[in-house]
């Protein structure tokens, strides 16, 4: 599977960016995409993730009613809208693509776990300056 994550970029805070994930390699319907983070001396951490065959979509926290992910099923592309950007949003966003193992996986919130995703974008980076 091939990852390519664009869109990242300097922002100030209370702006908005695009992120986008442009997929190949396989076929996507089964898939579960993510986008996760990490920023400098930080962790990865999950952001959003959507069901690519139902259009279901999962957020973290921290980022409900500021980012909406999204699918162009046409284009094979994952999109991450960000909006009312905080300079804590400061990290390299990575896109991830992974297949649910289970009946339960959504249930369960697997796809909060960036060991279920085996392809990953190179990441791009987005900076919020206060």
């Known amino acids: 599977v091939q990852l390519q994550a664009s869109g990242g970029g300097l922002v100030q805070a209370g702006e908005s960016l695009r992120l986008s994930c442009a997929a190949s390699g396989r076929t996507f319907n089964n898939n579960v995409m993510g986008w996760f983070r990490q920023a400098a001396g930080k962790e990865r951490e999950f952001v959003a993730a959507?069901?690519?065959?139902?259009?279901?979509?999962y957020y973290a926290d921290f980022v409900k009613g500021r980012f909406t992910i999204s699918r162009d099923n046409a284009k094979n592309t994952v999109y991450l809208q960000m909006n009312s950007l905080k300079p804590e949003d400061t990290a390299v966003y990575y896109c991830?693509?992974?297949?649910?193992?289970?009946?339960?996986?959504?249930?369960?919130?697997?796809?909060?776990?960036?060991?279920?995703?085996?392809?990953w974008g190179q990441g791009t980076l987005v900076t919020v300056s206060s």
């Open positions: 959507i069901r690519w065959s139902v259009g279901t979509t």
């Open positions: 991830a693509a992974g297949r649910p193992n289970s009946s339960s996986f959504f249930n369960a919130g697997n796809y909060r776990y960036a060991g279920y995703y085996d392809g």
